[in-house]
């Protein structure tokens, strides 16, 4: 039976990049300033991507892998950071700690490294979370369902996202207003499933709404 619950409103966002001061040319400094640099910062590096105007597709997941490949010539490294997925850690401190860790294991493999140094440094970035209040609203999941075809790519990383970081359970906002719908534990659980790092914002829209049918096939 569906419990009296409160709309669910959509927000859009958008992220503002700011400089931190920190740069590196060389995997050595690379690896000083990924011991400092803030926890926004690596969000950035990370999920920023989803957000910015993209020119073709990446063959990397985050910047460090992109700059490691472009600048340093060293596409060992950088598979190795596109395979880092944030996802597998509860929180930024956990990757930190698996960045630092591909780094040095690196240096010790190719001594070149060392002091190959770039004329293209790599800036640490945080970015500003802008948000803003939506027009859309969704009463029951059939509407959120409905909705996820509709709302902006934003609006799907603000809730699916960065929710995960703001969250005190690190779920995403759909999962936390589903849970007062006893019927919805299908959709959630496969909402569960959904991994944002390994999508584009168009695929995890589509990954949205096959969680909702999903779910419905399974209430019918």
Request: glycine residues 6%.
């Amino acid at each position: 039976m569906r419990q009296m619950t409160e709309p669910f409103r959509f927000k859009s966002c958008d992220l503002v990049p700011l400089s931190t001061g920190l740069r590196a040319q060389t995997l050595d400094e690379l690896a000083q300033r990924l011991q400092v640099a803030p926890e926004g910062s690596l969000h950035y590096h990370f999920w920023g991507r989803l957000l910015r105007p993209q020119i073709g597709e990446s063959e990397y997941g985050n910047d460090f892998a992109s700059w490691t490949e472009s600048e340093l010539h060293d596409r060992t490294l950088a598979e190795r950071f596109s395979a880092a997925n944030p996802s597998d850690y509860d929180d930024l401190e956990g990757l930190r700690e698996e960045l630092l860790s591909l780094v040095e294991g690196r240096l010790d493999e190719e001594e070149r490294l060392h002091w190959f140094r770039t004329e293209r440094p790599f800036f640490f970035t945080r970015g500003q979370l802008l948000v803003f209040d939506g027009q859309m609203t969704a009463s029951t999941p059939e509407e959120l369902h409905r909705a996820f075809g509709e709302a902006e790519r934003s609006s799907l990383f603000y809730h699916f996202i960065d929710a995960r970081r703001r969250t005190e359970g690190h779920g995403d906002d759909f999962s936390l207003w589903l849970e007062a719908f006893e019927e919805t534990e299908e959709a959630r659980r496969h909402l569960r499933y959904l991994d944002p790092y390994l999508l584009s914002l168009e695929e995890l829209r589509s990954g949205l709404r096959q969680a909702m049918a999903l779910g419905e096939e399974a209430e019918a």
